[in-house]
């Protein structure tokens, strides 16, 4: 079974301001999955980025970039100049044979 | 293209009452999975199903059950409902390709309260 550990409860920065929200994982498969997911107060998670355990390469998309490190298990996710709607609860997840399991969830509010 | 559609968007029930909720995944996708998201919690896996049985199921109770239609559609029903079953309950829909399950999108929830 996968375990996933964010250990950010919560995060609060200005505006402009690059945050990077930790996840480190557990699991015992040789293959597995890496997910981020974003749920705003209405409450649907939205999917951000979905990792392969086999591709280590960082990724890059706009303001958001993801760093991968299978040596320390880890699956970071960094937002460089943060803006007020990127305020939400984010969710680190991983999926091995089937089942996918998230951490607590890191809440970042993004101040004016 | 229709995402993930769940109703009721809230409901209210009272202990020992029995609930129905109901999820229709994102178009193209045939695999379904429903998640418990306690208040300030992660979202926790109750079951999946796929091409009409249950796939994987999560550590909850026979209390939770759940089936899917041939049109992939999805129910979850919970009877006896207790206090602790107050929470926003997430359906995801993902399509499997050559044996592997793809990229799950969630639906908006629906909101149990228990009284």
């Known amino acids: 079974a996968q375990k996933v550990t964010q250990a950010q409860t919560e995060i609060s920065v200005v505006e402009k301001e690059d945050v990077t929200l930790d996840c480190v994982y557990e699991?015992?498969?040789?293959?597995?999955?890496l997910f981020w997911y974003k749920q705003p107060p209405s409450g649907e998670l939205v999917f951000l980025i979905r990792?392969?355990?086999?591709?280590?390469q960082n990724e890059i998309s706009g303001r958001y970039s993801w760093n991968f490190q299978k040596s320390t298990s880890s699956f970071n996710f960094t937002i460089t100049a943060s803006q007020v709607v990127d305020s939400a609860v984010y969710f680190c997840g991983c999926q091995g044979a089937q089942k996918l399991v998230f951490g607590q969830g890191t809440r970042l509010t993004i101040n004016p | 293209d229709a995402g993930v559609t769940q109703s009721p968007t809230h409901l209210i029930k009272t202990r020992g009452q029995q609930v129905t909720l109901r999820c229709s995944p994102k178009s193209g996708h045939d695999t379904v999975s429903w998640y418990q998201q306690a208040l300030g919690q992660g979202p926790q896996f109750i079951f999946q199903?796929?091409?009409?049985?249950?796939?994987q199921r999560g550590n909850f109770p026979d209390r939770f059950s759940g089936h899917q239609f041939p049109n992939y559609s999805s129910e979850l029903n919970v009877n006896a409902l207790l206090l602790g079953d107050s929470a926003l309950y997430l359906c995801?829909?993902?399509?499997?390709?050559?044996?592997?399950?793809?990229?799950?999108?969630f639906g908006p929830g629906t909101r149990l309260l228990v009284l």
């Open positions: 699991t015992r498969d040789t293959t597995y999955y």
């Open positions: 199903y796929y091409e009409e049985e249950e796939r």
């Open positions: 990792r392969n355990s086999f591709d280590e």
């Open positions: 995801a829909s993902s399509l499997v390709a050559r044996g592997l399950q793809e990229t799950q999108y």
